[in-house]
Each structure stands twice: as structure tokens, then as C-alpha cells.
């Protein structure tokens, strides 16, 4: 079993930070053009193609123990529905202002590790408290503008939550490749008998269509971007408990905005800006103090 390493697992978190919302961009680049399980299916599918040697080294003492196979399908299942309801959620709000109302996601990390044992500082609580009221702040407007999609993120963060503290505790006794391999061969067996169902029934949303080019171009770089976004948060668990990186999340709110602002010229403004700005501090300073207190 692998000793904590809080630097190389915040480092690892940070990396997770970077690549994370520039694969949500390309979603929101495809737009409704692509249904949305066929995104899914894209994503999932790279992932499983990437990493399918890992299926079968080492496997059968790894993923596919008995005491471990419950707890990896429902990983599995919850990072489904999570990137589901992400996805969905782009398709209604700007990158930054998705990204900024799922970052209640830190709080609820820390909320729940205070009942289970892994108990983050008082101080860490404090400063998670004031990141969760700059979320707020950006899911009133939001709210206002596009109406009940604004809170598909905060769907995300409570499914997150349960898919980090799983992770946390399996990622001791699994490889993290493996384990995302895995994590592919679940997806996939979800995910291909509701496109048969989708298609049968003429669902829209469930449906597959033909692509251009350039679209098979965007579909496996968002597959690309967040299968090693997702090994970043795998390995960054194995070496860091899921209150201890969770804050750093919060450092994904800026870059998503700088991408909204490269690609989409999309920029908060009023109340959201003033949200996301309080997000971010409270993040950073807790960053800064999970490093001055780091091993």
C-alpha cells in the first residue's frame, strides 16, 4: 500500500485542474448538435480504448476481487451519471458558471470526511464555508437566467463527493490505470444497451448520428482530455485524502473561465463574477495552508 504524499497529490489535483474544463469546452463546443449519450459513448469508449491493456494485467487480484467489484461499479456508476449531468449542464450555462456551482463540491467533500473520520482543520472548514457562499452567488443569477439546469451542477458535486471517497479507498489497493480501465468496461456495458433502447424507441437524446470530421476530431479530444484528467484525480486520491485536495479544485473556476473567455467570449459578470472571485480566494487560501502544513 502507497504512503500519503500531500504534495504529489495536490500536484496530481492540479494537473486534474488543467485538463478537466478543457474537456468540458469541447463538450460545450458540440453543443446539440451530438446527442448526448453518443458524447458519453465517446468519452467512455476512449477511455476504455486507452487503457485496455490494463484489463488484463494483473486484473483478476486487482479490480475483479469480490470485495472490491461492488465498490468499482458503483465508482463507475457515479462518475457516469456525474459527467451525464455535466454535460447536460453545458448546454445551458456558461463553462465558468458550470464549473463555479459544482465547486460546492469541496464543501460537501469536507462536510461528509468531518462524519467519517477524516476531518479536515477548522480553519480549512472556515474558508471551504466561504467558498460554498460564493457558489451561491453563482447559481442565483444563473438560476434567473436559464432556470432548473443551474442546479445540474450541484447534481454533479453529490455524486462526486461519493465517487471521491470511493476512490480514496480503493485507489490503495488498485493501480490507478487500471482502475480507470476498469472504470471503462462499466461505463461501456451501461452505456450500449440504452443506445440500442435510445434507438429502437427513436429517443433523440439517446440517438446516434453521423459526424463530420472536424466533430470526430473534438469527441476524441474531450475522450483524451478526460481520461487522463480523471487518472490525475485517481492518483492524486491515492496519495492525498479527499478532504486534503478537494480545496484545490476550486483553482479549476479560473481556468474554465479563461477558456469560456478564449473560445466562447463568454465572461461572468455582475453577482457570478463576484462569486466566483470569492470561490477562488477561499480556495486559494486553502491551498496555501494545506501547503504550509503539508508532510
Not at 471517497?165 to 480501465?181: C, G, N, V, W, Y
Request: glycine share 8%.
Amino acid at each position: 500500500m502507497p504512503k500519503d504524499n500531500t504534495r504529489l497529490g495536490l500536484l496530481m489535483m492540479i494537473g486534474f485542474c488543467v485538463l478537466a474544463p478543457a474537456s468540458d469546452a469541447l463538450v460545450k463546443i458540440l453543443g446539440d448538435g451530438i446527442p448526448l449519450l453518443q458524447v458519453l459513448i465517446a468519452r467512455f469508449m476512449a477511455q476504455l480504448l486507452l487503457l485496455r491493456r490494463n484489463l488484463w494485467i494483473s486484473r483478476h487480484y486487482t479490480w475483479m476481487r469480490a470485495d472490491r467489484i461492488g465498490l468499482v461499479i458503483l465508482r463507475s456508476v457515479l462518475h457516469l451519471v456525474a459527467i451525464a449531468f455535466l454535460f447536460l449542464s453545458l448546454r445551458y450555462l456558461p463553462l465558468a458558471d458550470a464549473i463555479a456551482i459544482a465547486y460546492v463540491l469541496p464543501f460537501l467533500i469536507l462536510a461528509v470526511g468531518w462524519f467519517t473520520g477524516d476531518r479536515a482543520s477548522p480553519l480549512t472548514l472556515g474558508l471551504c464555508l466561504l467558498g460554498f457562499v460564493g457558489t451561491l452567488m453563482v447559481v442565483q443569477p444563473s438560476f434567473a437566467d436559464v432556470g432548473w439546469p443551474a442546479l445540474l451542477p450541484i447534481v454533479v458535486a453529490v455524486l462526486f463527493t461519493g465517487f471521491m471517497f470511493i476512490t480514496r479507498k480503493i485507489s490503495k489497493h488498485i493501480e490507478p490505470i487500471d482502475l480507470q480501465a476498469a472504470n471503462g468496461v462499466c461505463t461501456m456495458v451501461i452505456l450500449l444497451p440504452i443506445a440500442l433502447v435510445g434507438k429502437s424507441l427513436e429517443i433523440p437524446m439517446l440517438m446516434m448520428v453521423p459526424v463530420s470530421n472536424v466533430e470526430l476530431l473534438y469527441l476524441i479530444g474531450l475522450g483524451v482530455l478526460g481520461t487522463l484528467a480523471h487518472l490525475m484525480m485517481t492518483w492524486a486520491l491515492r496519495f492525498a485524502s479527499a478532504p486534503t485536495v478537494a480545496p484545490v479544485q476550486y483553482l479549476e473556476i479560473p481556468l474554465a473561465a479563461l477558456y469560456g473567455w478564449l473560445i466562447f467570449k463568454d465572461l461572468p459578470n455582475g453577482l457570478s463574477a463576484i462569486g466566483i472571485v470569492v470561490t477562488i480566494t477561499a480556495g486559494l487560501l486553502v491551498l496555501r495552508y494545506s501547503k504550509a502544513s503539508a508532510p
